[in-house]
């Protein structure tokens, strides 16, 4: 019988629903803004932003999906402050610093956040008293 990861489960539930919030986040701030965008072209804008969180989804440490997420929020916002992100020509000029910035905190923090928490094999402990292997 197989036996089923339950921190893991919860990992990957948290970062769905990190995701999903980051997704109503900006959905939040185009609708509080007026913005004439569709929700499907708002929810296509969010993607930019969920880049880095995605692919971490699939990995031992689905954890990495989140802390990029919560990393991406302060971007998020001040870009959302600057103006809307998209206006219906193309991505407006101001906020570009705010989405690159964003995108590579983001990845930086998703992979620190990997290389630490990811699961490797311990070395059996050595108890004082017993010989080596080593002679």
Not at 124 to 130: I, K, L, N, Y
């Amino acid at each position: 019988m197989t036996q089923i990861n339950w921190t893991a489960l919860k990992s990957l539930k948290t970062a769905l629903l990190t995701i999903l919030a980051t997704l109503l986040l900006h959905l939040a701030f185009a609708l509080a803004e007026g913005s004439h965008c569709h929700v499907l072209e708002q929810l296509l804008t969010a993607a930019y932003f969920l880049f880095p969180a995605l692919p971490f989804l699939f990995t031992k440490v689905p954890m990495a999906s989140t802390v990029a997420c919560i990393v991406i929020w302060p971007f998020l916002i001040q870009g959302n402050d600057v103006s809307c992100l998209y206006n219906g020509n193309g991505y407006f000029m101001g906020a570009w610093p705010i989405v690159l910035s964003g995108l590579g905190a983001s990845s930086l923090a998703a992979i620190a956040t990997l290389i630490i928490a990811y699961p490797r094999k311990a070395s059996p402990p050595h108890h004082a008293g017993q010989p080596n292997d080593k002679g």
